[in-house]
């Protein structure tokens, strides 16, 4: 199954969303983009759609430091930008976004200038790194995740993650 099987919305974080349009969203992505959540973006049709839909949600970089300030949380900025890989310590293996994974260590792409230096309420850590203390985060109650680096491009281990999130959302075998 490719992205093209799945039926889906891309929203552009500066675009308003039209409800009466969207008749349900079942699973939410906040992907990554310069700046950060404090500078002048218009993340208003995320915010909308965190507050009003008790979905699957992953963020990614600035969709996971956006997750954060969003249950208050800070952002700081790094001494350097990253951009590079950068090993991970994976704190939780029963969590169900980690299943198949072997290792508690995991390379992920980076490429950010933020961080957010402690975990925002209701959250947990599920892994770290030498550079940021909250790589990836969970809601305690909620499948709400938060990835500071890119899954994604990160290797054999990032897509299972992907393929886990996706899972969760009721779409088996979709990555």
Same mark, same amino acid.
């Given at each position: 199954?490719?992205?093209?099987?799945?039926?889906?919305?891309?929203?552009? =974080?500066?675009? !308003?969303?039209?409800?009466?349009?969207?008749?349900?969203?079942?699973?939410?992505?906040?992907?990554?983009?310069?700046?950060?959540?404090?500078?002048?973006? /218009?993340?208003?049709?995320?915010?909308?759609?965190?507050? /009003?839909? /008790?979905?699957?949600?992953?963020?990614?970089?600035?969709?996971?430091?956006?997750?954060?300030?969003?249950?208050?949380?800070?952002?700081?900025?790094?001494?350097?930008? *990253?951009?590079?890989?950068?090993?991970?310590?994976?704190?939780? %293996?029963?969590?169900?976004?980690?299943?198949?994974?072997? !290792?508690?260590?995991?390379?992920?792409?980076?490429? =950010? *200038?933020?961080?957010?230096?402690?975990?925002?309420?209701?959250?947990?850590?599920?892994?770290?790194?030498? @550079?940021?203390?909250?790589?990836?985060?969970? =809601? @305690?109650?909620?499948?709400?995740?938060?990835? *500071?680096? =890119?899954?994604? @491009?990160?290797?054999?281990?990032?897509?299972? %993650?992907?393929?886990?999130?996706?899972?969760?959302?009721?779409?088996?075998?979709?990555?």
């Amino acid at each position: 199954m490719d992205d093209k099987d799945i039926p889906h919305l891309i929203i552009d =974080h500066n675009e !308003q969303i039209d409800f009466p349009r969207i008749p349900e969203i079942t699973r939410l992505m906040i992907s990554g983009g310069k700046g950060n959540p404090y500078e002048p973006l /218009n993340l208003t049709a995320n915010y909308v759609a965190m507050m /009003n839909f /008790n979905v699957p949600t992953v963020g990614f970089c600035l969709g996971h430091e956006f997750i954060a300030v969003l249950y208050q949380a800070k952002v700081k900025r790094l001494p350097e930008y *990253q951009n590079k890989k950068q090993r991970l310590i994976l704190t939780d %293996m029963d969590d169900p976004i980690f299943s198949g994974i072997a !290792q508690p260590e995991f390379v992920i792409q980076k490429k =950010h *200038q933020f961080h957010i230096p402690t975990c925002p309420k209701d959250f947990k850590i599920i892994a770290h790194s030498e @550079v940021c203390p909250v790589e990836i985060i969970r =809601h @305690v109650e909620k499948p709400i995740y938060g990835f *500071q680096g =890119h899954p994604g @491009v990160s290797g054999k281990d990032g897509l299972l %993650m992907m393929s886990n999130f996706l899972k969760m959302c009721g779409l088996e075998g979709a990555a």
